[in-house]
């Protein structure tokens, strides 16, 4: 089985491994609550639009655009707060019942758009597809409030999307998203630790 995933692997375009180290490399830098982290982002995105747009995976080259611009948006609003180390600032937590809130409308926008893409194109996995999109995208603006609630969402995301790129074919991307799941982890660690210093002061 990892034979045939590593053969897989060095079947994998130059484009596709190139967005996946870019990627690879946005997640270390947000655990990290480096800027730098989105313009990786940018470029990975844009790259991971067109690879996706060829795979029919239509709500998921729509998600990549969107990205960029939340990119450039999460560069505007880190750049606003500082890091959270230097200013002793906490991130952002919301409640559950904002949660639930969102979880409702981010759900019904989903149905429907998935129920337009089966009905009038050609678009393939059509509800992971756009369920995986929408929430990312909550998931996403999360992360440009530094609110810790967004790594719980991207476990889950990102286990689907491990998924979601093996059924494609896109083997390096999956086990970018294996990768992730780690990372994951990880950045959980690194913002409670960095949201420690700004908890003491407060």
Request: net charge negative.
């Amino acid at each position: 089985m990892l034979s045939e995933l590593m053969d897989q692997l060095m079947l994998s375009s130059f484009w596709e491994l190139g967005a996946l180290l870019l990627a690879l490399a946005y997640l270390v830098l947000a655990a990290h609550q480096r800027q730098g982290c989105w313009l990786a982002a940018a470029v990975s995105c844009c790259v991971y639009a067109s690879i996706f747009w060829d795979a029919k995976l239509y709500m998921e080259s729509l998600l990549q655009v969107i990205y960029v611009i939340m990119a450039g948006y999460g560069w505007w609003q880190w750049r606003q707060q500082g890091s959270a180390i230097e200013e002793n600032q906490r991130g952002h937590h919301y409640s559950l019942k904002w949660h639930l809130k969102q979880w409702a409308w981010v759900s019904v926008v989903a149905v429907v758009i998935a129920l337009l893409l089966q009905t009038y194109t050609d678009a393939d996995a059509v509800w992971l597809d756009t369920f995986t999109t929408a929430f990312s995208l909550l998931a996403t603006y999360l992360v440009t409030k530094k609110a810790m609630e967004t790594w719980w969402y991207w476990l889950v995301i990102d286990s689907v999307y491990v998924y979601l790129y093996l059924s494609k074919g896109f083997v390096a991307t999956a086990m970018l998203f294996v990768v992730y799941l780690v990372l994951v982890v990880y950045a959980m660690y690194r913002w409670r630790v960095d949201e420690e210093p700004a908890a003491q002061a407060t």
